[in-house]
């Protein structure tokens, strides 16, 4: 198994910036995919940034140019650097780490570190 635990969420103004941290542990593969998705309320979850072990990374749109993802393999960490935030970004992000176990691929998610941009 594989946990994730997510850090860095909070209260910011808008045009703020947050970083968030996502540290797995346990059953850890070099062949990966780790991204944020994040769901606000009465919305369903939706992807913000994901990247692979090589580095291919991807953004939705609502996410370009305004936050970075990266990662630091030796420490097994993701992170989201998100900066000129928005009231509309204000949701719980969730961490989601995709690799292959034994049964397959398999997706693996965080608690959720909750960010709220105020107006």
């Known amino acids: 198994q594989v946990q994730l635990v997510e850090s860095g969420g909070g209260l910011v103004q808008a045009g703020g910036s947050l970083r968030l941290s996502c540290k797995a542990s346990g059953t850890i593969f070099s062949i990966y995919t780790m991204g944020w998705y994040r769901r606000a309320p009465g919305k369903q979850r939706e992807v913000v940034a994901t990247?692979?072990?090589?580095?291919?990374?991807t953004y939705a749109a609502s996410a370009k140019g305004r936050f970075t993802i990266s990662r630091d393999d030796s420490k097994n960490t993701v992170y989201l650097q998100m900066n000129s935030l928005k009231p509309e970004d204000t949701a719980a992000y969730y961490c989601?780490?995709?690799?292959?176990?034994?049964?397959?691929?398999?997706?693996?998610w965080g608690q959720g570190t909750q960010v709220t941009v105020s107006s």
């Open positions: 990247i692979t072990n090589t580095g291919s990374i």
């Open positions: 989601n780490r995709q690799q292959y176990m034994e049964r397959g691929l398999t997706d693996f």
